[in-house]
């Protein structure tokens, strides 16, 4: 099974851009589709954003669309989300995740099999 490990988070303040990255272990990695998720403090895990395996399709939560941007790289096994316009509401731990092989939304956390420790974004106003 693939391993995940997330790294770029840190301390900024609102209107700052951060790159978060995601590196995925094993050769599989370029066969499936994979997603950001977030999760803040005392809240669910919420959908960020998703790509499917060959980079083509990209999907965004409403609260990011227009700010984020999740790319892939398959000959580096790395996955980018890149924030730009960062809000305080955008402050959570972010974790990557590796989607099934299964039809259906690629919003939904029960629809990722493997997941990375995560990293924290502080966004301050």
């Known amino acids: 099974q693939v391993q995940l490990v997330e790294s770029g988070g840190g301390l900024v303040q609102a209107g700052d851009s951060l790159r978060l990255s995601c590196a995925a272990s094993?050769?599989?990695?370029?066969?499936?589709?994979m997603g950001w998720f977030r999760q803040a403090p005392g809240k669910e895990r919420e959908f960020v954003a998703a790509?499917?395996?060959?980079?083509?399709?990209?999907y965004y939560a409403d609260s990011v669309n227009g700010r984020f941007t999740i790319s892939r790289d398959n000959t580096k096994n790395t996955l980018y989300l890149q924030m730009n316009s960062l809000k305080p509401e955008d402050t959570a731990v972010y974790y990557c995740?590796?989607?099934?092989?299964?039809?259906?939304?690629?919003?939904?956390?029960?629809?990722?099999?493997?997941w990375g420790q995560g990293t924290q974004v502080t966004v301050s106003s």
């Open positions: 995740a590796t989607r099934t092989d299964s039809p259906g939304t690629y919003s939904s956390r029960y629809k990722y099999n493997a």
């Open positions: 094993g050769r599989t990695f370029r066969r499936y589709g």
């Open positions: 790509i499917t395996w060959s980079g083509g399709t990209t």
